[in-house]
């Protein structure tokens, strides 16, 4: 009896920390709880040269992300097939995607990835996100460090958000932040 009182928080530690581990989604509602949206980047701005970047369309027709800029915001998310979290967070992605075509510009390029690869994960989940890969260099300004990493765009070119790891992209905070720049 005295053990269990003298190791108790010990045991509920253990036990948080192995359902994180265990349950992704649980970690990815935790992170959104206490870290709802990056600030934005109010330094950054991306330059045109940054924009010219041409885009092989999988699902959607070819396209340089340049034609993309001035019009609505710009989802940009680089992932890849091989990359876990990248898979595990896709499922969001498609939500937004769905909820939010009409406003905000979606750009998910594949990277380090076969075309047939990415086709194939595409058809097997049923998504219909816009997905590229890169047929040109990608400026080192939004070239990712870690997979994935997302970049909300205003019409500017001003990064409103980065995210260097997996996320709920259908989350209220998510909606809320789009809304404050949409609206």
């Known amino acids: 009896m005295t053990f269990l009182r003298k190791n108790i928080f010990y045991m509920i530690a253990l036990a948080f920390v192995a359902v994180l581990y265990l349950f992704p989604s649980v970690k990815l509602k935790i992170k959104d709880l206490f870290f709802p949206v990056a600030a934005i980047e109010n330094a950054v701005t991306l330059q045109d040269e940054d924009y010219d970047v041409q885009l092989k369309g999988l699902n959607v027709p070819s396209t340089n992300l340049k034609n993309l800029k001035g019009d609505k915001l710009v989802f940009l998310n680089f992932w890849g097939t091989w990359c876990p979290p990248c898979r595990e967070e896709w499922p969001t992605i498609e939500k937004l995607y769905q909820s939010r075509k009409g406003e905000v510009d979606f750009v998910l390029i594949a990277m380090q990835d076969k ?69």
């Not at 500017?156 to 209220?172: T, V």
């Open 115 to 183: 075309e047939e690869d990415v086709l194939n994960f595409m058809k097997d989940k049923g998504y219909t996100a816009p997905v590229y890969i890169a047929q040109s260099p990608v400026s080192k300004n939004i070239l990712p460090k870690a997979f994935p990493t997302t970049f909300l765009l205003d019409k500017n070119g001003r990064i409103l958000l980065k995210e260097d790891a997996s996320k709920d992209w259908n989350s209220k905070s998510v909606h809320e932040f789009i809304d404050s720049f949409t609206k």
